[in-house]
């Protein structure tokens, strides 16, 4: 599986933007974004427009999803007996220390 965030910027005077962020439907919006998700089936992305604060709420998802598909690679690789120790430096170099729950 692989998710993808898009931002750019629009023109307001061009674009038929609504007035409010489409996600949080509170502040005005400064960005169009996208986000996809490729699970092997042809799937439509979100699309909408954002406001900042949104904006980072969204790379955050795409964060937590790819720290989750890194770790569940690392167990798979330690399953089957593979030496992990250099993806799971990198791992905690990029998100850091997993979070216990």
């Known amino acids: 599986m ?17 007035s409010q962020c489409d ?5 005005p919006p400064m960005f ?9 089936v042809r799937e439509q992305p979100r699309k ?4 900042r604060s949104c904006a980072t709420k969204l790379l955050d998802t795409l964060q937590r999803a790819e720290s989750q598909a890194w770790a569940q690679e690392e167990a798979f690789l330690k ?4 030496d992990t120790a250099d993806l ?11 979070s216990r729950r």
């Open 32 to 40: 169009h974004y996208e986000y996809a998700i490729d699970e092997g």
């Open 2 to 18: 692989s998710e993808k965030v898009t931002f750019s910027a629009f023109d307001p005077i061009l674009f038929d933007a609504p």
């Open 88 to 98: 799971e430096e990198r791992r905690f170099a990029t998100f850091g220390a997993p």
């Open 23 to 27: 996600v949080c439907t509170s502040q």
């Open 48 to 51: 909408g427009f954002c406001c």
């Open 79 to 82: 399953t089957n007996d593979v």
